[in-house]
């Protein structure tokens, strides 16, 4: 059984930093494909942005536009934690987020934006952003 524990959110002022933290366990965590994506009040859950790893070539990483230059995914495989580092936060990205695992490397961009090529999901933390 895979568990995700996210920790780190909390308030911040726009053009504050926060780093999220999610923490995998019950499984090989190096060859997972993990994500992140956030849920505002009244909208569909968004794709942030992934981490993807093979064998062949080496890491991939993707973000939504809205975040591109301002949030970054460090991966620790030896803590089998992935973050998500957020930069320059504006109060548009106050929104729940969750970090989502997928247990085999999803290759293009298209099929990491999915949320159901992900079977596991982590329990969400709210970032909130004042202006």
């Known amino acids: 059984q895979v568990q995700l524990v996210e920790s780190g959110g909390g308030l911040v002022q726009a053009g504050g930093s926060l780093r999220l933290s999610c923490a995998a366990s019950g499984r090989t965590f190096s060859t997972f494909t993990m994500a992140w994506f956030r849920q505002a009040p009244g909208k569909e859950r968004e794709f942030v942005g992934a981490?993807?790893?093979?064998?062949?070539?080496?890491?991939?990483?993707w973000y939504a536009d809205s975040v591109k230059g301002r949030f970054t995914i460090p991966r620790d495989n030896g803590k089998n934690t992935v973050f998500l580092q957020m930069n320059s936060l504006k109060p548009d990205d106050t929104a729940v987020y969750y970090c989502?695992?997928?247990?085999?490397?999803?290759?293009?961009?298209?099929?990491?934006?999915?949320?159901?090529?992900?079977?596991?999901w982590g329990q969400g933390t709210q970032v909130t952003v004042s202006s």
């Open positions: 989502a695992g997928a247990t085999s490397n999803l290759p293009t961009r298209v099929r990491a934006e999915r949320r159901y090529e992900y079977g596991y």
């Open positions: 981490i993807a790893w093979s064998a062949w070539s080496g890491s991939s990483i």
